[in-house]
């Protein structure tokens, strides 16, 4: 079985900052690409920022700028730096992994369970 655990949201004042984290454990071979969405109540589920296993990212354009995704391989996480927050970036924020089991087998992609952020005075 493959987790993934997102840590590092909360509430933060407008103009702030927080990191998410997301580590992934158990039965991983290899990591390709990792990458963070979010998910509003009632709203449909929609990218940030992704990014590959050889450090290539991709950005929404609400994120470019203001958002940065990067990973650690050795420790199987994903990171998402945010900075300058504004109200309309609350939301549940999700991590994905697509992850091999083993050397030759398919990759699948994994999600967690997320973590809340609330951006509010």
Request: aromatic share 8%; proline share 3%.
């Amino acid at each position: 079985q493959v987790q993934l655990v997102e840590s590092g949201g909360g509430l933060v004042q407008p103009g702030g900052s927080l990191r998410l984290s997301c580590a992934a454990s158990g039965s991983i071979f290899s990591i390709n690409g990792m990458g963070w969405y979010r998910q509003a109540p009632g709203k449909q589920r929609e990218l940030v920022a992704t990014i590959t296993s050889s450090g290539r990212t991709n950005y929404a354009d609400s994120a470019k700028g203001r958002f940065t995704i990067s990973r650690d391989n050795a420790k199987n996480t994903a990171y998402l730096q945010m900075n300058s927050l504004t109200p309309e970036h609350t939301s549940t924020y999700l991590c994905t992994a697509e992850v091999r089991r083993i050397r030759w087998g398919p990759a699948h992609t994994h999600w967690g369970q997320g973590t809340q952020v609330t951006v509010s005075s």
